[in-house]
Nanobody, 114 residues
Framework: VQLQASGGGLVQPGGSLGLSCTAS????????MGWYRQTPGKQREFVAR???????SYVDSVKGRFTITRDNAKNTVYLQMNNLKPEDTAVYYC?????????WGQGTLVTVSS
């Protein structure tokens, strides 16, 4: 299983950015895809996740600003980030959890700065 993330970049505070991540390989029909983020010196932090069929969940700090969606036919998960804040600056990683095994994408940098 491989995950390829894209998106990210530099955006001003209050701006928007979208991330996408596509999984390839042996993907089972029931899985969880989501996003984590990490800043230097800190542990990787959960951001959002979504089951194949189910409601999304978010960390409190992004509720109302970030939206996770997925296209199961394409094994792709998206993260739309609105009203970005400097504290959202991080390397964002997508993950896939199926049958208790975690797979990670390569990470994409999001920088929120004026």
């Amino acid at each position: 299983v491989q995950l390829q993330a894209s998106g990210g970049g530099l955006v001003q505070p209050g701006g928007s950015l979208g991330l996408s991540c596509t999984a390839s390989g042996m993907i089972f029909s029931a899985n969880v895809m989501g996003w984590y983020r990490q800043t230097p010196g800190k542990q990787r932090e959960f951001v959002a996740r979504m089951l194949t069929q189910g409601a999304p969940s978010y960390v409190d700090s992004v509720k109302g600003r970030f939206t996770i969606t997925r296209d199961n036919a394409k094994n792709t998960v998206y993260l739309q980030m609105n009203n970005l804040k400097p504290e959202d600056t991080a390397v964002y990683y997508c993950d896939l959890n199926q049958r208790g095994v975690y797979y990670w994408g390569q990470g994409t940098l999001v920088t929120v700065s004026s």
